[in-house]
Nanobody, 122 residues
């Protein structure tokens, strides 16, 4: 079992930046692949970015060039650097983990944190 705890959300104006962090506790075999999901009101949950323990990363087309995912394996910590934020990035952001990357990419990982709210205003 894995426990994921996010931090770093908040409110920012369009064009601003935020950095999300996620601490993982428990079965590290399940954190081979970690990432971030988001869900806006009235929309389905979607994968935003993912990264394996070797540093190979994936970013959704909607955030490429603006968001960067990274991780520190020694600290079991995951990050999401978000720059040039847009109002459409407003959502609840969830830290996620799953040994199968595809499940995270489609928004249905085995493990998910409680979430942290990101709000971007004009």
């Amino acid at each position: 079992h894995v426990l994921l705890k996010e931090s770093g959300g908040g409110s920012v104006q369009a064009g601003g930046s935020l950095r999300l962090s996620c601490a993982a506790f428990g079965d590290t075999h399940s954190t081979y692949y970690m990432g971030w999901l988001r869900q806006a009101p009235g929309k389905e949950r979607e994968g935003v970015a993912g990264i394996d323990e070797f540093g190979s990363a994936w970013h959704a087309d909607s955030v490429k060039g603006r968001f960067t995912i990274s991780r520190e394996n020694a600290k079991n910590t995951l990050y999401l650097e978000m720059n040039s934020l847009k109002p459409e990035d407003t959502a609840m952001y969830y830290c996620a983990a799953d040994p199968v990357p595809h499940r995270l990419w489609v928004g249905s990982p085995n493990y998910r944190g409680q979430g942290t709210q990101v709000t971007v205003s004009l």
